[in-house]
């Protein structure tokens, strides 16, 4: 008899599933079943089904969005690049294992439109890493460390769409998905040429003049 809290249960039995499944074929009779309980006792955790697979992955896969928060109030002493590294290594392996849970969604129309609607309810939604980085971006802009005209919003957009591309280009021939801390630092590295501040001219030295 597994001894884990009841919550801890029902959040693993929905992730496994989920990834196995898929997040349209899931339900929550299934999940419950899976953690040893009630649906009933599920909802005593989790209104929804949309709401447990918010937890799954805030909980159960790597934390993107809790790395997003933290740097934006305090981005740290590393460089800018090395946060961006970090952001796009969380971010590659997030997207990598939440692809194969959300994408059934997509073919059910009608269950896609009821999770959209309560993700919007619950105040979710895959456009919060987005928010998030572009927040983060945006606090090193203040803080001097990009160039003044740096466009965050379009860098988030550029980060975390090539992350989110490199789970679904190879989802089908995972054996052939580029090494994701390669990855994270080529990415990191290419952006940083359109957001860093220009480096300051040289000093011209004047020629050395021989004491009389």
């Known amino acids: 008899m597994d001894q884990k809290p009841t919550r801890t249960r029902i959040i693993d039995a929905a992730r496994d599933l989920m990834r196995t499944a898929g997040l349209a074929r899931t339900t929550t009779k299934q999940i419950a079943r899976a953690a ?8 005593k955790h989790f209104a929804s089904k949309e709401e447990l697979f918010v937890t799954v992955l805030g909980e159960r896969l790597p934390g993107l969005g809790r790395l997003l928060g933290a740097l934006a109030v305090d981005p740290g002493e590393r ?5 961006l590294t970090e952001i796009a290594r969380h971010a590659a392996l997030f997207y990598e294992e939440s692809f194969p849970i959300a994408a059934s969604l997509y073919a059910e129309p009608r269950l896609k439109a009821r999770h959209e609607q309560v993700m919007r309810e619950i105040g979710a939604g895959p456009h919060l890493p987005i928010e998030g980085l572009d927040a983060y971006l945006r606090a090193e802009r203040d803080h001097g460390r990009l160039r003044d005209d740096a466009d965050t919003r379009a860098a988030a957009s550029l980060l975390l769409g090539a992350c989110a591309h490199r789970a679904f280009a190879y989802d089908a021939a995972p054996e052939l998905r580029p090494p994701v801390d390669a990855f994270a630092a080529g990415l990191a590295r290419t952006l940083m040429g359109g957001l860093s501040r220009p ?14």
């Open 79 to 83: 460089t800018v690049e090395e946060n």
């Open 36 to 43: 040893g309980c009630s649906e009933a006792a599920l909802y």
């Open 199 to 212: 480096a300051p001219p040289a000093s011209r030295r004047s020629p050395t003049t021989a004491s009389p």
